[in-house]
């Protein structure tokens, strides 16, 4: 079941089609996914059982997502604009959101597919990991806790530690076990980033940047 803020019961609907747009939009990858229109009774269901649903007005009734294929999406968090008539539902989908079996219903046959990378959870990582540093007492037999205790001297080092064994792995050829080394060393970089009070959102611009820049562009590869 999910649990949602009461305030979320504040969404206006249009007087009259008594209808709001809800744009879905794939938690973990921040792909939009679709969009749908809830009534006061699919918004309520949609807070109350954790799972999309819709008021389909090709049906004429309430319309879970997922009934017949399987493919749920799953509620996230929920954020109404500014206006109050419309919500961002972000969810986790079970399979394609769309009916012609495409992740989005914004794919085009001709369009080659964008791979969808769950770059969203790196945010949430980064937002735990900052907690951690924020509120040492709220998890103080967490990791991540023991390596702000030990300061950046010791982070930087498991850093390093880890960034040597990712090259081994892959130096050698070890597939299997070179995505948890790669895992490492991205929590443990995260963590010298907010050791160094660097967000990540300062990294991302670095990188547009030289992208942009003609001279750099060899860098990304474009």
Not at 75 to 104: K, N
Not at 148 to 153: A, E, I, L, N, S
Request: net charge neutral.
């Amino acid at each position: 079941m999910s649990s949602l803020p009461p305030s979320l019961a504040t969404l206006r609907f249009d007087a009259q089609t008594g209808l709001a747009p809800a744009i879905i939009q794939d938690a973990a990858t921040g792909q939009v996914l679709m969009l749908g229109y809830l009534n006061a009774e699919a918004w309520a269901q949609t807070q109350r059982e954790g799972r999309v649903t819709f008021f389909s007005r090709s049906k004429n009734r309430l319309w879970t997502k997922g009934e017949s294929s399987g493919n749920y999406l799953s509620v996230v968090s929920l954020h109404i604009d500014c206006d109050a008539d419309t919500v961002l539902i972000r969810a986790i989908p079970a399979g394609p959101t769309c009916h012609r079996g495409t992740v989005s219903c914004f794919e085009q046959a001709d369009q080659v597919a964008v791979p969808s990378v769950p770059v969203g959870f790196l945010a949430e990582l980064e937002r735990l990991i900052q907690e951690r540093k924020s509120f040492p007492e709220r998890s103080p037999s967490s990791y991540t806790v023991s390596l702000f205790k030990k300061g950046m001297p010791k982070i930087a080092q498991k850093v390093g530690e880890e960034a040597v064994e990712t090259v081994i792995d892959a130096v050698a050829g070890h597939r299997e076990s070179l995505p948890g080394e790669i895992a490492d060393l991205l929590y443990h970089l995260l963590v010298l980033m907010a050791a160094a009070n660097l967000p990540m959102q300062e990294v991302i611009e670095v990188l547009r940047e030289r992208h942009r820049l003609p001279n750099t562009r060899h860098l990304l590869g474009a």
